[in-house]
């Protein structure tokens, strides 16, 4: 019975309740990283708790097959870690190092149209943004499920956070659970509608036309 007990309470720690007593890597490559705790919160309607259980990643528009994928099948996928920083509009910036699935596999393994430019990429909040397939294609970018070498909590992203290097803020897209290919290479996400620049490259402008509100 006590062997019982003590298991069910290792079980009920999976999932994003272990961060909390997981050590953050905080020295990588001779470098002093920042830390998981440094970033702000500004998302559209605050942070957002991803159930695991129920969590599906959904690959669809112009595939060959459609994918649904539960969390554990999605971890399946080939993995990298990358040493990259999270710069916002609002001028703050954090580098930490991200880790987990490749999206090139994973769009391979749905089969993309021959149609498709554009990745499209959807939340549980139902904040979009979107990266050119060219873009995520030669980056090779990758989905984070974890920072510092902890899984990520709840308000950080949890399941995955889109690692998009060399891109503003707006285009790390957390909270991820749709992947949709298409041949809309103007889309415009929740903050690109608004005015921020649909390529938002750090190294170019932060606005599009007018600016803020422009496309509303
Ligand atoms: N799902 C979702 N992802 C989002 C947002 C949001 O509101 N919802 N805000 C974006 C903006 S504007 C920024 S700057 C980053 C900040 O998140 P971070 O602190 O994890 O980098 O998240 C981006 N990803
Ligand atoms: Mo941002």
């Known amino acids: 019975m006590a062997t019982v007990l003590v298991f069910g309470a290792v079980v009920s720690c999976a999932g994003p309740a272990r961060s909390a007593t997981a050590v953050e890597i905080r020295d990588y490559q001779g470098e002093r990283l920042r830390?998981?705790?440094d970033f702000r919160e500004n998302s559209i309607k605050g942070p957002q708790r991803v159930?695991?259980?129920?969590?599906?990643?959904?690959?669809?528009?112009?595939?060959?097959?459609?994918?649904?994928?539960?969390l554990d099948q999605a971890l399946k996928y080939p993995q990298d870690r990358r040493l990259v920083q999270t710069d916002c509009v609002e001028g703050w910036s954090v580098r930490v190092l991200w880790e987990s699935i490749r999206l090139v596999p994973l769009l391979d393994s749905a089969g993309v149209d021959s149609g498709a430019n554009t990745v499209i990429f959807h939340a549980v909040d139902g904040y979009t943004t979107s990266l050119s397939l060219q873009f995520v294609r030669d980056r090779d970018l990758i989905l984070a499920h974890k920072m510092n070498g902890v899984v990520m909590s709840a308000a950080r992203g949890y399941p995955f956070?889109?690692?998009?290097?060399?891109?503003?803020?707006?285009?790390?897209?957390?909270?991820?659970?749709g992947i949709e290919l298409s041949s809309d290479s103007v889309y415009r996400g929740y903050w690109e509608k608004r005015g921020y620049n649909q390529k938002g490259d750090v190294t170019g402008p932060i606005y599009e036309g007018k600016g803020p509100q422009w496309f509303k």
């Open 161 to 177: 956070d889109l690692v998009a290097e060399n891109k503003w803020g707006y285009k790390w897209i957390r909270w991820v659970d």
């Open 35 to 37: 830390s998981v705790n």
């Open 51 to 70: 159930d695991s259980a129920g969590y599906r990643l959904k690959i669809g528009g112009l595939v060959k097959k459609e994918l649904s994928l539960p």
